[in-house]
């Protein structure tokens, strides 16, 4: 597994594909990531312990969006949307899944499923 340490605290990665990243991050009390955006990837964040609030430019003008998440609780960020995630006073910890949508037509069935004859 891949370490990698941020300005946020520590990063685990999982599971990586060409379509997908999976991280464990350990983020450090009072701190945030950059403001930034993905042109094709969405971004999941699912606590698993502590308080996180993530910050986007969805919504009418300028008004920026706040969400706060707890142990249990997820929240996607769509592509393009820029973000940024913060913590509050206690240590937290999220599973991050980078993804890019699924094509549903990326398979080829050589035959149907069904009922197995006996």
């Known amino acids: ?54 910050k986007t430019d969805i919504g009418p003008g300028d008004q920026r969006n706040f969400t706060t998440i707890t142990a249990g609780q ?9 973000h940024e995630f913060r913590t509050k006073h206690v240590d937290t910890v999220v599973e991050e899944i980078a993804y890019v949508e699924y094509d549903h037509t990326d398979i080829h069935r050589e035959q149907l499923g069904g009922d197995l004859k006996p």
């Open 1 to 54: 597994m891949l370490h990698t340490h941020g300005t946020w605290g520590r990063r685990i990665v999982t599971r990586k594909t060409p379509y997908s990243l999976t991280t464990i991050l350990y983020l450090d009390p009072n701190k945030r990531c950059s403001w930034h955006s993905h042109k094709h990837a969405y971004n999941q964040f699912y606590v698993i312990s502590g308080i996180l609030e993530i």
């Open 74 to 82: 997820s929240f996607t960020v769509s592509p393009g949307a820029k």
